[in-house]
């Protein structure tokens, strides 16, 4: 509540605006603003107002940003692992500065110096050129990197996140820049096999927040970075792995470990005639990739209805595309017929030449996409437990659609793999602090999902009021949802501060 007050100064009375609200049940004065003396108002009302400058800034990310970084410290780690000593704008101003961006509008090195000319990081840093990133950079090594990343995230599992599950993928962007260490050609998740890629993993949380990341070349399968990661994880943490990472060393690497894994159903048809019914489950042992293993095999009506509509939709699209191939009646129409439908993996299931379908193969394919086949070393939790966590792993996935379709990675300019994994390593911090942003946000209250946090920021601006005497700084919200943002972030302190 806001009221006026009078207040003196020796001779001299004037206006003063007070707000108050009950603590603990008691009135208290929680903020108190000087209006001035009567004839200081009177002039103010009086003059004419054009001498008022005005200036808003896109304020949101900026300021959330800021609020993360008091919580787990970044800047001052990244500080003090670089070892800054000059003066002005440290590793770790550039780091927040970076993040800043990204989570606002993502620009190349040099496009953050025209995105800062209309956020409020401007008034932070001032004017900062492509070179000075660079400059960064080119200090940053794989050794601080690591360090960097194992200290931020002991940072965040003390601020009460739950890590005892961990989810791990991997995933790749695509790159127009021409093939180094980095950049090579690879399986492609968006399917441009015709450009080099960027591929990185992530080990997260079920509140999709990454405790630890990585980024390496193109071509290099995920499997291989597998025994980086669990090197990595608490070795308390149960593990929620993909198809991707199943092999003999891998899961003897995972010891003692408790862990979930799934099975390729295609390389054990018994689990597919087991007399499982629609919704439910079945168990067995079985000796797999070196070791006994608890085997669950369950059938899921969701799951089928998915797979068997995406499934139709590439059958009838590679059926029609081979049916064009064959009709040219060029000499090579069946050659190249056979080698697209292999890369559909359709190739025992269309015939060629004549195009039929092998309804026996095809009725078998159907039946297995509503089933899936989980391989585990945990014997304490009940079959529906099992399914149920590894059913959560698509919060990692989560991580990489908000991470792609937000292009929290792009652009990616730099020509040296060393710049490379620095890019990407700064990208994905910037999500993490982005996942923080959010989870504090739903904590307080469930009112934003993790990608519209991004859009909710920018709903949050910074507007100054500047005469020549003095200049007023305060938030504006352009909706309530990004009003009510501000107030669980508590962003008006950092304005304030």
């Known amino acids: 509540m806001a009221y006026f007050a009078y207040k003196r100064s020796?001779?001299?009375?004037?206006?003063?605006?007070?707000?108050?609200?009950?603590?603990?049940?008691?009135?208290?004065?929680?903020?108190?603003?000087?209006?001035?003396?009567?004839d200081d108002l009177a002039e103010t009302i009086d003059r004419n107002l054009s001498g008022i400058r005005i200036?808003?800034?896109?304020?949101?990310?900026?300021?959330?940003?800021?609020?993360?970084?008091h919580m787990i410290g970044m800047k001052g780690i990244v500080d003090s692992i670089v070892d800054h000593h000059d003066r002005g704008m440290s590793p770790g101003d550039y780091f927040l500065l970076f993040i800043m961006n990204r989570l606002s509008d993502p620009a190349s090195k040099d496009g953050i110096e025209r995105w800062m000319t209309r956020d409020y990081a401007s008034t932070l840093y001032g004017k900062r050129g492509s070179q000075d990133f660079w400059n960064l950079m080119d200090r940053i090594t794989d050794d601080h990197m690591n360090l960097i990343m194992k200290a931020v995230s002991e940072k965040v599992r003390a601020m009460?996140?739950?890590?005892?599950?961990?989810?791990?993928?991997?995933?790749?962007?695509?790159?127009?820049?021409?093939?180094?260490?980095?950049?090579?050609?690879?399986?492609?998740?968006?399917?441009?096999?015709?450009?080099?890629?960027?591929?990185?993993?992530i080990a997260a949380n079920c509140d999709y927040i990454p405790l630890f990341w990585n980024s390496y070349a193109g071509n290099i399968h995920d499997s291989r970075t597998f025994p980086e990661m669990i090197g990595q994880i608490p070795e308390d943490a149960l593990i929620i792995f993909d198809r991707g990472y199943n092999s003999s060393d891998n899961v003897n690497l995972l010891g003692n470990r408790r862990y979930i894994g799934a099975l390729t159903l295609s390389d054990h048809m018994d689990l597919v005639d087991m007399p499982v019914h629609m919704d439910s489950s079945m168990e067995t042992e079985r000796k797999v990739y070196g070791k006994n293993h608890r085997i669950i095999v369950y059938r899921s009506s969701k799951l089928q209805e998915r797979r068997v509509r995406s499934f139709m939709k590439t059958f009838r699209k590679a059926y029609m595309k081979v049916k064009r191939i064959m009709e040219t009646g060029d000499s090579d129409a069946v050659d190249k017929a056979r080698i697209y439908l292999e890369s559909q993996n359709l190739n025992e299931t269309i015939m060629i030449?004549?195009?039929?379908?092998?309804?026996?193969?095809?009725?078998r394919r159907l039946k297995m996409l509503g089933m899936n086949a989980l391989f585990t070393s945990i014997s304490d939790l009940r079959a529906e437990e099992i399914i149920d966590l590894y059913r959560k792993r698509n919060r990692v996935e989560h991580c990489f659609r908000t991470i792609n379709n937000m292009d929290m990675a792009f652009p990616l300019y730099h020509r040296t793999p060393q710049k490379i994994r620095v890019h990407m390593f700064m990208s994905l911090l910037a999500y993490l602090f982005l996942s923080l942003i959010y989870n504090e946000i739903h904590r307080a209250k469930e009112i934003v999902s993790l990608p519209s946090t991004v859009d909710i920021m920018k709903d949050i601006m910074v507007v100054y009021a500047a005469n020549k005497r003095k200049v007023i700084g305060r938030l504006d919200f352009k909706s309530e949802i990004g009003r009510e943002v501000g107030s669980i972030m508590k962003l008006d302190q950092l304005l304030e501060g």
């Not at 020796?10 to 603590?23: C, F, T």
């Not at 009460?160 to 998740?189: C, L, P, Q, W």
């Not at 030449?353 to 009725?363: G, Y």
Request: hydrophobic share 35%.
């Open 353 to 363: 030449p004549d195009l039929t379908v092998d309804h026996v193969r095809m009725s």
């Open 55 to 69: 200036a808003a800034y896109s304020g949101g990310s900026t300021l959330c940003v800021l609020r993360i970084d």
């Open 10 to 38: 020796g001779r001299n009375r004037y206006l003063v605006i007070r707000w108050k609200k009950r603590i603990n049940g008691i009135p208290t004065i929680v903020k108190e603003v000087s209006v001035g003396t009567a």
């Open 160 to 201: 009460g996140y739950d890590f005892s599950r961990i989810f791990v993928d991997a995933s790749n962007m695509y790159t127009f820049m021409k093939e180094n260490d980095m950049a090579r050609k690879g399986h492609n998740k968006r399917h441009r096999y015709d450009l080099n890629q960027i591929s990185y993993y």
